[in-house]
């Protein structure tokens, strides 16, 4: 079992629509990082969670550190929100380093 | 947020030549950068984790020797691919540690760079 589960793995939405990408790890944790990569690769960090809930835009990130469990929501999604969303983990233990899930890839059909 | 930059972007290289990809956190200084691999459709894979100063710690299986990794500065990590192969066609990314304020310790990505060897 990985240490960092994500679901769903394919995501196809209307735009407009509603999402919300799950994620759950099994390990100790310093914090959770939702990050966001594009077609071309590229990788941006959207959130780096602690606890509780943050908001940027059309983007939430809420996590339960007791039920080791976090959500990406996106609220009236958009063609180009089209990308995959790979939740990681990070400890301060292991220097910070990332574990990663393997992702979810969204699409939003116009 | 903070940038980190990459270059090159892309590489097309021959069988047996070395490539040197550098890392630079533009706006901050980052005491701890990570090299990443990426194969299509595939999780990134950390290769090595990088500390300013001191020499890298290399993930089981990534020999250190092929993947020579210099974080000369607070602002700067180069990886070089050695005697590069095609099997080390891949898609290479790093992050770097860092930020300020309640940023800190958050990973901040490269654009990536895709390499291919021929």
């Known amino acids: 079992k990985n240490e960092v589960e994500q679901s769903p793995q394919n995501l196809t939405a209307q735009e407009g629509e509603f999402i919300t990408i799950n994620c759950s790890y099994s390990v100790g944790i310093s914090a959770l990082h939702w990050l966001q990569q594009h077609p071309g690769g590229g990788i941006v960090s959207l959130f780096m969670l602690s606890s509780g809930k943050k908001k940027h835009g059309r983007l939430i990130a809420t996590i339960n550190i007791q039920e080791k469990h976090s959500s990406l929501h996106i609220t009236a999604s958009h063609p180009r929100d089209s990308a995959v969303y790979i939740c990681?983990?990070?400890?301060?233990?292991?220097?910070?380093?990332?574990?990663f899930g393997k992702g979810t890839l969204l699409t939003v059909n116009p | 947020g903070a940038v980190v930059s990459q270059h090159p972007s892309r590489v097309i290289c021959k069988s047996g030549t070395s490539v040197k990809i550098e890392c630079r956190s533009l706006d901050f200084q980052a005491t701890t950068m990570f090299w990443y691999r990426q194969f299509p459709k595939q999780s990134l894979m950390l290769m090595a984790t990088s500390n300013e100063g001191s020499k890298a710690t290399y993930e089981q299986g990534v020999e250190k020797d092929k993947f020579l990794i210099n974080h000369a500065s607070l602002t700067l990590s180069t990886l070089t691919v050695t005697s590069a192969h095609p099997e080390d066609s891949s898609f290479y990314i790093c992050s770097a540690e860092g930020g300020t304020g309640d940023s800190y310790n958050e990973q901040f990505f490269g654009p990536g760079t895709r390499l291919t060897v021929l």
């Open positions: 990681a983990v990070s400890n301060r233990g292991s220097n910070y380093k990332l574990t």
